[in-house]
């Protein structure tokens, strides 16, 4: 008696923990996935969801401009993604007059939208396994790097070369791309249709688009309207074309259906997407690696950083507009690094990682052929070795490259080093309305003093060395070098403009900027270059690794690597879960969703991360929630609740912003558009009591299309579901 209910427990227990094991799948996974999916309440068909030879709810999902998510909500091409997806564009087309980060926008008629030139959105037309293809070719290959299984140029030559003809020929837009996955243990074939006549149609104001900026970030409760709208535009044709006033709405072949019904604790969730990058099968030492290297390096440099600039900011109005958006971007990387660290020391975080390699160790020792198992420990040991190897030149790098290299502007000055050409470009990357050189010799006074503590004179750049022998101190020469420099202003790189060529050199060979910077710049060359054959050991050990493990893991009775998740390289993956909240620590809980009052409650009209619009204001104060308070939720004591954010175990990374979640019917409930800081680790390992996506309810986008932006023309053409 006692047995089957032990294998009861054990069975429940193991699709319990099922439950939250996380993992971005390839769409061919689904079927794999599907009973699971079904049994946690998807009410969808396979087909419906993916169907490789027809259409399905994943043609509606598009790769935003590259780093981003969106989804398809109309039938006339409306795409959903988030505000700060959309940010670059509808910042290109702001102006002083019309400020459309800071006032929103809505176009009000088809003509009213706006070219967003340089935009592209993506289509997955078709996905095709091509490893047996691919693994053929690298067989035939002579000589080469060794390196052509994941070069992106050896593959999409490959591509080019092979089926052009079949998925080209005759057709406009259409790119295609061989990604490597699993470290080069297999390789789909992606055909992609872009479309690059693409519109800005409506975005909230920043107040509600970024709402919370940089104190929020990263974090939860949270309360953000993270969205923007954009329309593909099409020839009559429906097929991409550059832009002309002649293209017509998009007419897609898939949409979102959008559900108003509202989500609750506990509910499916489901997500579509183009994460960027993981590393899952990292080795323990990789995992301390990137703790003790990386991230600890990142947030030293940063966080001195940080300070000067915060400082600066806060002292001078006109500062604080020009280094916003470069502290928003350093801040972004560095509470990311902080919560890594924070995830990797988790008790037990290195364990699954172990376990890995222990399967893998324990299945190729095993073997009765010595030299089959030995192709896979020596996988494991090349990476081992590498990591070991190149430690001090890894840590030499970070310092230089978070230090010096991304960490003061001018060291993007003009140099001998940098082609004629490209010398206006490098200047004009830093010295732009943007640029205070008087911040940047600050804070080249701090980062420079830390990163002569932490790397030794003999591997310092050249330069450095030498103007710090002459200075006598960091200061004294930060001081020269900014005061002695034709580089950090317009009449400066004018005065070098108008110089012949020949006197031209000579100021490059004695400007002090020009001098640092060409040295910070060859240091780092060189650090590079010396990394580049451990980088080509790990990744080659890896691809044994990860054959080791498919092989191990299919010894056991398993469908061998297919049963683990490749790792995420911006293409097209699902995630599911549930609607939850979560528990970082003891004696706190957070809940779904946050709602309309949170904003009041962080309202700091002195503070421009938590401005509150005066409309929104009055929207809260009347309960304007759309007609019959349609995208609000009704209490049980008949009050009306105004829903914003919500959190789900779905796991997510870079990339998934804008990405649509939907319910078991495949209807939209809300646009991805960041994780909880305690959850970041989940690149490495999914954590499941910690990570969170942090998602924007639809129902607060509509009602901010609806009654803050008076939008009523798109609500219309919305199909939405009760
Ligand atoms: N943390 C989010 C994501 O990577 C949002 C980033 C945009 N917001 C910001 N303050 N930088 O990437
Ligand atoms: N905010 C991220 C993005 O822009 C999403 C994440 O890292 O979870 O893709």
Redesign the pocket.
């Known amino acids: 008696m006692r047995r089957p209910f032990l294998s009861l427990l054990v069975g429940a227990l193991v699709s319990l923990s099922a439950q939250a094991d996380g993992g971005m799948w390839l769409m061919e996974q689904l079927s794999q996935k599907y009973s699971s999916l079904a049994a946690r309440g998807l009410q969808m068909k396979e087909y419906d969801l993916y169907n490789p030879n027809g259409t399905s709810l994943k043609d509606a999902v598009v790769s935003f401009d590259g780093g981003c998510t969106g989804e398809v909500i109309s039938s006339q091409g409306l795409v959903l993604t988030?505000h700060?997806c959309g940010?670059d564009a509808i910042q290109q087309l702001s102006s002083v007059e019309h400020n459309y980060l800071e006032q929103g926008y809505w176009a009000r008629t088809l003509q009213d939208e706006l070219p967003a030139r340089g935009v592209v959105v993506t289509f997955i037309d078709k996905i095709e396994d091509v490893t047996a293809f691919v693994q053929g070719q690298l067989r035939q290959l002579k000589g080469g790097t060794g390196m052509e299984f994941l070069s992106p140029s050896y593959l999409n030559g490959l591509a080019r070369r092979h089926y052009s003809e079949r998925y080209q020929r005759g057709q406009q837009g259409i790119e295609l791309e061989i990604k490597p996955f699993y470290n080069g243990n297999k390789y789909l074939l992606f055909v992609k249709k872009v479309y690059s006549d693409i519109r800005f149609v409506g975005a909230p104001p920043s107040a509600v688009g970024?709402f919370g900026?940089?104190t929020d970030?990263?974090s939860y409760p949270r309360h953000t309207g993270?969205f923007s709208l954009f329309r593909i535009y099409a020839d009559a044709n429906g097929n991409p074309a550059p832009y002309s006033e002649q293209n017509v709405p998009l007419r897609p072949r898939r949409w979102f259906d959008i559900s108003t019904a509202g989500v609750q604790e506990g509910d499916f969730a489901m997500i579509m997407g183009f994460p960027g990058r993981t590393n899952q099968y990292a080795l323990p030492s990789e995992i301390t690696e990137w703790r003790d290297i990386d991230n600890t390096i990142r947030i030293r440099m940063r966080g001195l950083r940080q300070e000067v600039m915060l400082r600066e900011m806060l002292a001078d109005p006109k500062t604080n507009i020009m280094y916003a958006a470069k502290y928003?971007?350093s801040?972004?990387g560095y509470?990311?690094a902080i919560g890594a660290n924070w995830g990797v020391s988790r008790p037990d975080f290195l364990r699954r990682s172990e376990e890995l390699r222990s399967e893998v160790e324990r299945w190729a020792s095993g073997q009765r052929d010595r030299k089959k198992g030995k192709v896979y420990l020596d996988g494991i040991a090349r990476i081992e070795q590498a990591v070991a190897e190149r430690a001090a030149l890894r840590r030499q790098l970070w310092w230089l490259d978070e230090g010096l290299w991304q960490g003061i502007e001018a060291m993007q000055a003009p140099g001998v080093d940098l082609p004629l050409m490209s010398l206006e470009r490098s200047f004009r990357s830093y010295c732009n309305k943007d640029y205070s050189p008087a911040v940047d010799a600050k804070i080249a006074k701090v980062l420079l003093a830390e990163y002569c503590r932490q790397v030794a004179r003999a591997d310092w750049p050249e330069e450095l060395a030498r103007g710090l022998a002459r200075y006598g101190s960091v200061e004294a020469y930060v001081d020269a070098v900014y005061a002695g420099t034709r580089f950090t202003k317009e009449e400066g790189f004018a005065s070098f403009t108008a110089l012949p060529a020949a006197e031209q050199a000579k100021v490059l060979e004695t400007d002090p900027l020009a001098r640092l910077a060409t040295s910070v710049r060859s240091k780092m060359r060189q650090l590079q270059k010396a990394l580049q054959p451990f980088d080509s050991q790990i990744s080659q050990g890896r691809r044994d690794y990860l054959a080791g493990l498919g092989l191990a893991r299919a010894a056991q009775g398993g469908a061998g690597l297919m049963d683990y998740m490749a790792d995420a390289n911006s293409t097209l993956r699902f995630t599911y879960g549930q609607i939850q909240g979560y528990s970082p620590r003891d004696g706190v809980r957070y809940t779904v969703p946050t709602t309309l009052q949170g904003v009041m409650q962080k309202e700091d009209s002195t503070s421009w991360e938590f401005v509150v619009p005066e409309r929104l204001k009055e929207i809260y104060r009347t309960q304007s929630y759309g007609a019959g308070k349609r995208w609000a939720s009704k209490q049980a004591d008949g009050s009306y609740v105004m829903p914003v954010n919500f959190t789900a175990t779905t796991h997510t990374t870079?990339g998934n912003?804008g990405s649509p979640v939907f319910n078991a019917k495949g209807q939209l409930i809300g646009i991805n558009?960041?994780?909880n800081w305690e959850g970041v680790a989940g690149d490495i390992q999914y954590l499941p009591s910690y990570q969170r996506s942090i998602i924007c309810d639809i129902r607060y986008v509509l009602l901010i299309i609806d009654e803050l932006g008076g939008a009523r023309r798109l609500i219309d053409e919305l199909s939405l579901v009760p």
């Open positions: 988030n700060h940010y970024k900026a940089d970030n990263w993270d928003a971007r801040q972004n509470k990311r870079g912003s558009f960041d994780r």
